[in-house]
């Protein structure tokens, strides 16, 4: 049958619909029960279970066999390699199902690519309804890699990467992928391994360790050769990998995306961002970095190299792997609007309930000092045309501190972090690691008024609000805030809605460690914000999380109620107001288990924005110690030496009153 007809079938919702699932993957475990229900709720669908290469055959053929119109794979990438390099030896392409590819596994880079995001039943459930009120299908297609060498079957899989990348999914098989981590955080886990281990390297000077760079030729299409001791090379024919990376940058039409780092590198810690990004535009190929399209490559290696997460081995550097690009394959894209993590803005705001954004609306304009009227217009004149809009939160908001006792905390949010500085150093400082904290002083009217501000892009602030794993936006703007300055309607729309999305991630992420109790909104956002307290090196105590919600606590029984058709698995709404925590003990420790490693990660993250700040905060000791002796009534002596080094013995200072627990 054509692909035609297949299409033409599922405008007409005749479509015939097989699935594979693995139970085993890294996302199926998690709600295996909730998708096998959702399965059953599509009519007609044939299901096979398979986790292995044997059960993937069989199941394979016997679709093939029913001649089923739409193949869905409800697995991760590893599984989905191991049924496109099947359907590849069994069937010719123009006779293949359409596929969809929902995110079951640990990591589901195919599926992200391709635009699907959301959980495994959340997809099921919008192909149901599809497939009920059928219409014309969005589709999209990619091509596959080839990796042939004499003496094995062709490979073919989405993503083929030598070096580094390939002593990370070693890692990947540890103890680790035991924890059932998955997506983000599981891929930043082997990001942060591999750094590590390259770094002792480097340190001992050791070349032949497990963390080895590779050695290979590869020559390109085009007859060009690149040979030596390379860092890492990748090649896919995916646009967009885990943790919306972009690490190439080559401008030529063809379907596969190759990247080369030399082990000679320059600057390769500078590099990182715009390696990681999509920006890699500004690296020269004389410094070790090389990115380039193509259509087909050979590569003359001796080593390990992975195809989806996959481990192999070339036979011989003498008989050279082959990579070539297939014909495109098709597949079926029902894009859940609400998530979006291959672009760089955040869901439409009909996507969340209207009522939630209706009360971020009402929250974000309400009444304000007038004297922050001069702090807000330096800042436009500041930041000009880079300027999108100015946000007040914090202590001067949330308390009746005036603004000649306190310092009032704001967010500046640029639409390019390259136009709002004049110097490029802040603009890279502020892009690797958002934001950058300054210090404005404005004499008004006999006064002095202080304010600290962050700086960070609309596009962070809105991925920050809805995808950061660590909390450092979305804790800060689940709570009331308010908006000062707007470019446009257009910037105030997506203002509203990464507010919204912060309330419904700190809920969604806070909720599952608490017991399953019935609690009021006080308590759970008193223990939310403990949560999030310590992911950062803060010398707030549970007293301030509590006064916190205390006193914002209309807003937040208000935000709670507004947010709760986003919260039914977790949260119950009783009839006395109060909400039931619907947690089991499996959801209790996989919770606790996120929140242990955000404050792992917490804590590196607020060492190195402490130690930026130095670079852009005037005066940061002094603000520092005066923080700390606020919040904790601590004094923390000003030495010349501190004063001189702040970085190292700031270090050293906070060591010092973690040890006293001042600060966690």
């Known amino acids: 049958m054509t692909l035609q007809t297949r299409i033409d079938r599922l405008k007409t919702g005749s479509v015939k619909v097989g699935c594979l699932l693995n ?36 199941a394979i053929d016997q679709l093939i066999r029913a001649d089923i119109d739409l193949l869905l794979i409800v697995a991760g990438d590893g599984t989905t390699h191991a049924i496109l390099s099947q359907l590849f030896a069994t069937l010719a392409l123009s006779k293949w199902p359409i596929l969809m590819v929902i995110p079951g596994g640990t990591t589901n880079m195919t599926s992200l690519d391709i635009g699907i995001h959301d959980k495994p039943e959340q997809a099921l459930h919008r192909l149901r309804d599809y497939l009920l009120t059928p219409s014309a299908p969005k589709l999209a297609q990619r091509p596959a890699l080839c990796i042939e060498q004499a003496g094995i079957d062709p490979i073919y899989g989405m993503f083929f990467a030598v070096g580094l990348v390939a002593r990370g999914v070693k890692f990947s098989r540890s103890p680790v992928k035991q924890l059932g981590i998955t997506g983000g955080i599981f891929t930043f886990l082997i990001m942060l391994r591999s750094l590590i281990g390259m770094i002792i390297d480097m340190i001992l000077n050791r070349h032949q360790s497990e963390w080895a760079p590779v050695k290979m030729t590869l020559i390109e299409d085009n007859g060009r050769v690149h040979q030596g001791t390379y860092l890492f090379a990748l090649v896919s024919a995916l646009d967009c990998l885990l943790l919306n990376m972009r690490p190439y940058w080559g401008r030529e039409p063809a379907p596969l995306h190759v990247t080369l780092v030399n082990q000679q590198h320059k600057r390769l810690w500078r590099s990182l961002w715009p390696l990681l990004s999509g920006g890699g535009h ?33 036979t011989s550097a003498h008989e050279p792997l082959r990579i070539t690009a297939t014909n495109p394959i098709t597949f079926l894209v029902l894009e859940d609007p609400a998530i979006t993590m291959t672009t760089p803005i955040t869901a439409p705001a009909a996507q969340l309930p209207v009522r939630l954004i209706n009360e971020v609306t009402w929250e974000s304009n309400k009444a304000v000092s007038p004297d922050l009227v001069p702090v807000v217009d330096t800042l436009i004149m500041r930041f000009g045309e880079s300027l999108d809009a100015v946000i007040l939160y914090g202590s001067c908001l949330h308390s009746a501190c005036s603004l000649d006792e306190g310092i009032v905390d704001l967010y500046v949010i640029v639409n390019s972090y390259y136009k709002a500085y004049p110097q490029r150093y802040l603009a890279n400082l502020n892009a690797w690691l958002a934001p950058n904290v300054f210090y404005l002083e404005i004499p008004h009217q006999g006064r002095t008024l202080r304010a600290k501000y962050a700086v960070i892009s609309t596009n962070d602030f809105e991925r920050g609000a809805q ?12 709570q009331p805030s308010r908006l000062l300055y707007c470019r446009d309607d257009s910037v105030r729309e997506h203002i509203y809605t990464a507010l919204a999305h912060s309330v419904v991630t700190f809920l969604k992420s806070g909720v599952p460690t608490l017991e399953a109790n019935i609690l009021d909104v006080e308590e ?39 947010a709760a058709p986003m919260l039914t698995s977790i949260l119950e709404k009783q009839e006395n107001g109060k909400y039931r925590c ?58 010349p030496l501190l004063r001189r080094h702040p970085i190292l013995w700031g270090l050293r200072v906070a060591w010092q ?7 966690r």
Not at 290 to 308: A, F, K, P, Q, R
Not at 467 to 478: E, V
Not at 593 to 606: A, H, T
């Open 467 to 478: 995808f950061w794993f660590h909390p450092y936006i979305w804790a800060r703007f689940a």
């Open 582 to 639: 619907l947690t089991t003990p499996e959801m209790q420790q996989q919770a606790l288990w996120r929140w242990r490693l955000r404050r792992w990660q917490g804590k590196i993250l607020s060492i190195l924005r402490l130690s930026k700040a130095t670079l852009t905060f005037s005066n940061s000791v002094e603000y520092a110690a005066w923080k700390i002796e606020r919040h904790t009534g601590v004094r923390v002596e000003i030495t």
């Open 524 to 562: 759970i956002w008193t223990r939310c914000l403990m949560l999030t307290y310590a992911a950062e090196l803060r010398a707030e105590r549970e007293t301030r999380a509590r006064h916190l919600a205390q006193a914002n606590l209309g807003a937040l029984i208000r935000l709670t109620e507004v």
């Open 282 to 314: 500004v690296l020269k190929e004389k410094d070790g970095y090389n990115s380039h399209n193509t259509y087909s490559l050979v590569i003359h290696m001796e080593d390990e190299y992975i195809v989806d997460g996959e481990l192999y081995r070339s």
């Open 23 to 58: 139970p085993m993957g890294g996302q199926t475990r998690k709600s295996l029960s909730a998708i096998q229900q959702a399965l059953n709720e599509i009519p007609g669908i044939i299901v096979f279970e398979a986790a292995d290469a044997m059960t993937f055959k069989t």
């Open 657 to 663: 009153l973690l040890q006293r627990g001042v600060v």
